[in-house]
C-alpha cells in the first residue's frame, strides 16, 4: 500500500511539473546566493515561451541553429530584466547559459552584488509579450525566509523589496485608496458650490447699487 501511495504520489509531481513546462505564461525567476558571495539568477519557462518572444522580437533574424536561438534568448533577457540593489546599485549578468527542454532555463551570474542588502527591485518583461503572464520571483539568501512574490501585468512586471530583519517584503505603492477619492470629490463639490453661491451673492449685490 506505501509503495503505491509513493508511486501515486510521485506521478503527480511529474504531472504537474510536466503541465507547468507546457504552460507559456507562467514562469520563474530566482536570485539564488552561494558561497562567497556569488550570486546567481536563473529564468524558467516553457520552451514554447521563449519561442513565441524571439520570434517576436527576431522576426527579420530567425535562428538557423540552437545555438543561434540560445544566444537570442541571452540577448532577449538581458534586454528585458533590470536588477537594483539598494537603491543605486546595478548588477550586471555575465556567462549566460541556456538549457533548452520542455522546461528551459537561462542561467547567468551577477556581478556587483552588495554583502548587505536593504532593498531589491527586480524588473523582467521577458515574457510581457505573453498573454496573462505571471513570473513567480523567489530570492534564495542565506538566513533569509523563503518567501515567493510574482511579476505580472498588473504590476508592470516589477517588483520592489525591503530587507527588514530576515524577510524581504514588498514595498507596497502609495495610491488613493477609492474612499479617499470620495472625500476628495465631495470637498471639491462642496467648494465649488461655495464659490457658486458667493458669486451669486456678489452678483446680486452689483444690482442692487446700480
Not at 10 to 24: D, E, I, T
Not at 31 to 57: D, G, R
Request: proline fraction near 2%.
Amino acid at each position: 500500500m506505501k509503495r503505491i501511495l509513493s508511486f501515486c504520489v510521485l506521478g503527480l509531481l511529474f504531472f504537474s511539473q510536466s503541465v507547468k513546462a507546457h504552460q507559456p505564461e507562467i514562469s520563474t525567476t530566482m536570485l539564488v546566493e552561494n558561497t562567497n558571495n556569488v550570486w546567481v539568477l536563473q529564468i524558467s519557462a516553457s520552451l514554447t515561451a521563449f519561442q513565441q518572444e524571439i520570434k517576436l522580437h527576431y522576426a527579420e533574424t530567425p535562428y538557423n541553429s540552437p545555438e543561434e536561438f540560445r544566444e537570442m534568448v541571452i540577448a532577449h533577457v538581458k534586454n528585458n530584466l533590470d536588477i537594483e540593489f539598494n537603491g543605486n546599485h546595478e548588477v550586471t549578468l555575465s556567462q549566460g547559459s541556456v538549457k533548452l527542454g520542455h522546461e528551459t532555463k537561462v542561467i547567468f551570474q551577477l556581478e556587483g552584488v552588495p554583502k548587505e542588502i536593504s532593498s531589491v527591485v527586480v524588473e523582467n518583461k521577458t515574457f510581457q509579450d505573453i498573454y496573462n503572464n505571471k513570473s513567480a520571483v523567489v530570492i534564495l539568501k542565506e538566513g533569509y525566509d523563503k518567501d515567493n512574490f510574482v511579476l505580472t501585468k498588473d504590476n508592470n512586471h516589477i517588483l520592489k523589496l525591503e530587507s527588514t530583519g530576515h524577510k524581504f517584503i514588498r514595498v507596497e505603492e502609495k495610491t488613493l485608496s477609492s474612499s479617499s477619492l470620495n472625500v476628495i470629490l465631495i470637498l471639491f463639490v462642496i467648494g465649488a458650490l461655495g464659490l457658486l453661491v458667493h458669486s451669486i451673492g456678489i452678483r446680486k449685490k452689483l444690482k442692487k447699487n446700480n
